[in-house]
C-alpha cells in the first residue's frame, strides 16, 4: 500500500503563508491526494483533494508535482483557528481503503 | 448537514468486558470505517465495510470484530477489552466508486478507557 510522509510539526505566524509538504513516492496511478485536518478533541475534517492538477477552494491551494510523488498544502493566510493536524492520505481509488500519513502539527504563532 | 454519529463519546470499561461502539451514518454512504487513534502513532485502520454484511481487515484488526447488518450502522466490538484498547476511536464513512475522490466524513469519536 502507497504510504505518505509528513514533518511532524511546524509553525507558521499569523496571517503569513503556510506550506505543509506530503511525500508520496508509492502512489499508484489512481490514488487520490486528500488533505484532512484535526482540531484538538474532534475528528479529521475534509480540507481539499486532487489527482493530478493544482486544486483550489475556500480553505486552501493543494500543489500537486507533476510526478505525483509529493503534494504541498498551502494554506494563503494561517490564522489561529489553523492550528490543528494536518494529514495528508492518499485515497485508493481501486480499493477505497484510507491510508493516513503521520500527521504534522501545526502551531499558529499570534 | 452530512453526519456520522458515534453513540458514546465517553466510556470506562473493566478489563474483560465486551465493549460496543456504535456509528451511525445518514448518508447512504456505502464504505464504513474504523480507526483507532492514539499518541504518536496517528490514525490506524481496525476494520472497513463498503457494503452491508462485507468486511475487510484493516492494518491492526487483532482484538477487534465488526457488524455491518444495516448500510448505515457501522458496530466496533471488543470482545474481552483489555488496557491496551484504551484509545480514541473514529468512525467514518464515505461513497463507494471510482467517482473523483469521494470526501471522507468522520465522527466526533470515541474515547474508551479500560481499566
Known amino acids: 500500500d502507497a504510504k505518505t510522509t509528513q514533518p511532524n510539526s511546524m509553525e507558521s505566524n499569523e496571517e503569513e503563508p503556510v506550506h505543509l509538504p506530503c511525500n508520496h513516492s508509492t502512489i499508484s496511478g489512481t490514488d487520490y491526494i486528500h488533505w484532512y485536518r484535526q482540531l484538538p478533541s474532534q475528528g479529521p475534517e475534509y480540507v481539499i483533494h486532487?489527482?493530478?492538477s493544482n486544486v483550489n477552494n475556500r480553505m486552501a491551494s493543494l500543489a500537486i508535482a507533476e510526478d505525483r510523488k509529493s503534494s504541498t498544502l498551502i494554506l494563503h493566510r494561517a490564522t489561529l483557528r489553523d492550528a490543528a493536524v494536518y494529514y495528508c492520505?492518499?485515497?485508493?481509488?481501486?480499493?477505497?481503503?484510507?491510508?493516513f500519513g503521520t500527521g504534522t502539527l501545526l502551531a499558529v504563532q499570534p | 448537514d452530512v453526519k456520522v454519529t458515534q453513540s458514546s463519546r465517553y466510556l470506562v470499561k473493566r478489563t474483560g468486558e465486551k465493549v460496543f461502539l456504535e456509528c451511525v451514518q445518514d448518508?447512504?454512504?456505502?464504505?464504513m470505517f474504523w480507526y483507532r487513534q492514539d499518541p504518536g502513532l496517528g490514525l490506524r485502520l481496525i476494520y472497513f465495510s463498503y457494503d452491508v454484511k462485507m468486511k475487510e481487515k484493516g492494518d491492526i484488526p487483532e482484538g477487534y470484530s465488526v457488524s455491518r447488518e444495516k448500510k448505515e450502522r457501522f458496530s466496533l466490538i471488543l470482545e474481552s477489552a483489555s488496557t491496551n484498547q484504551t484509545s480514541m476511536y473514529l468512525c467514518?464513512?464515505?461513497?463507494?466508486?471510482?467517482?473523483?475522490?469521494?470526501?471522507?466524513?468522520f465522527g466526533e469519536g470515541s474515547w474508551l478507557t479500560v481499566v
Open positions: 486532487g489527482l493530478t
Open positions: 492520505i492518499l485515497h485508493g481509488g481501486a480499493t477505497n481503503k484510507l491510508i
Open positions: 467514518a464513512s464515505s461513497l463507494r466508486g471510482l467517482t473523483p475522490g469521494n470526501t471522507i466524513y
Open positions: 448518508m447512504d454512504h456505502e464504505n
